[in-house]
């Protein structure tokens, strides 16, 4: 058990420890992982909310009954939403939230490219024009 203070409020966390390393690591792994509800971006491992310690609990539970991490992050998506993972899964509702930022930057390109060449006069044009200006000139000699 530790004791923490946040902003002068003292509060109690649970912290497990397993007696089998591998163990220990994917719960520290997890807790970083999963989001609380609760706190506004805080993993389960930096939350003193009530719900995050029960969410502790429940993933000890998971890992000493032998679910694997997909099982416990599937189980916690189902029951509390993509949400609470830090990283959501790419699927058809989060295929935005992973892609969006390349697509607008292709398309902020696009226009920053397409601004510049509409405003710099085009060779053809010019060339156009002088050779016009050549041969209305030839016609008056």
Known sequence: MVI???NGQTFLVDEKTFTDGSNQ???????EELR????Q???????????????????VAMIE??????EIKDYMVQRYGEFILYRP?????????????????VVAIGIVVRIIRSSQ?????????SEKKIHHDGEHS
């Not at 690591?25 to 807790?31: Q, V």
């Not at 971006?41 to 993933?59: I, M, W, Y």
């Not at 899964?89 to 930057?105: A, E």
């Open 89 to 105: 899964r790419l699927n058809y509702s989060t295929i935005m939230l992973w892609f969006g930022p390349f697509i607008l930057l």
């Open 121 to 129: 006069p085009s060779h053809t044009n010019q060339e156009v024009s």
């Open 41 to 59: 971006n805080q993993s389960l491992a930096d939350s003193s909310a009530g719900l995050a310690q029960d969410l502790r609990k429940k993933v």
């Open 36 to 39: 609380c509800l609760v706190c």
């Open 25 to 31: 690591l994917r719960y520290d792994t997890l807790m």
């Open 4 to 6: 923490g203070d946040v």
């Open 65 to 70: 009954d032998g679910s694997d991490d997909q």
